[in-house]
C-alpha cells in the first residue's frame, strides 16, 4: 500500500486497485448504516425535528458511532437523540460521501488540503469502529487477538480489512502530525 504522505501540494493519497476498490465497498456498506431513523410524523420530517426521540440504536455498530452521553439519565439520553441524532448521522453521512467520491482510482494521486483530510481521519475511524464493533473487540486484549486468529478463522478476512483501515489511519495521523 502507498497510503498517505505530505507533499508540498498537500496531503497525496495512493491506493493500489485492491484498496481502492475495498475502501469503495466499505463506503457504501456505511452509507447505507448511517441512515437516519425514520420519521412517522410529517410535519416533524418536514421541519427536521423530532418531537420525540428516536429510539437508542439497535445495531451495536450504529450505537458504537453514537455513543450515549447519559447512559444513567434515560430522560437525558433520550433529549440529546431526539435534537442530535438525525444530525449527527448527517454529518457522518455526507463526510462519507465526500470521502466515496474522492476515493482515487487505482494508481492515480488524491491531493487532500487538510479539511478533506479530516473528512478522511472521521471516516477511516468511523469504518474502523463499525468493524471493531463486528469483530467484537472490547479492549486492547481482544484487538491483539486478531493477529492471532487460525487461518479457518471466519474473522480472519474482515480482521485483515480492520488492519488495513488501522494502518491508513495511522498513516493519514502521523501526516497530519
Known amino acids: 500500500m502507498n497510503g498517505f504522505r505530505r507533499t508540498r501540494a498537500g496531503i497525496e493519497l495512493r491506493l493500489p486497485r485492491l484498496e481502492s476498490s475495498l475502501l469503495t465497498e466499505l463506503l457504501g456498506q456505511v452509507d447505507t448504516l448511517l441512515e437516519a431513523p425514520p420519521v412517522d410524523d410529517p410535519l416533524e420530517a418536514l421541519v ?3 418531537d420525540t426521540a428516536p429510539p437508542p440504536p439497535e445495531d451495536p455498530a ?3 458511532l453514537l455513543p450515549d452521553p447519559y447512559p444513567d439519565d434515560p430522560l437525558a439520553s433520550g433529549d440529546y ?7 449527527a448521522l448527517a454529518r457522518k453521512r455526507d463526510a462519507a460521501r465526500r470521502v466515496l467520491a474522492a476515493v482515487p482510482e487505482p494508481g492515480a494521486v488524491l491531493v487532500l488540503d487538510e479539511e478533506a483530510a ?4 472521521t471516516v477511516l475511524n468511523d469504518l474502523r469502529l463499525v468493524l471493531g464493533t463486528r469483530l467484537g ?5 481482544s484487538t491483539a487477538e486478531l493477529e492471532s ?3 479457518e478463522d471466519p474473522r480472519r478476512p474482515i480482521a485483515a480489512v480492520y488492519a488495513f483501515l488501522t494502518e491508513l489511519l495511522d498513516e493519514l495521523t502521523r501526516t497530519l502530525l
Open 48 to 50: 427536521g425535528l423530532r
Open 62 to 64: 450504529v450505537a458504537r
Open 81 to 87: 437523540r431526539r435534537r442530535r441524532t438525525d444530525e
Open 118 to 121: 479530516q473528512d478522511w481521519l
Open 137 to 141: 473487540l472490547t479492549d486492547d486484549e
Open 149 to 151: 486468529l487460525p487461518p
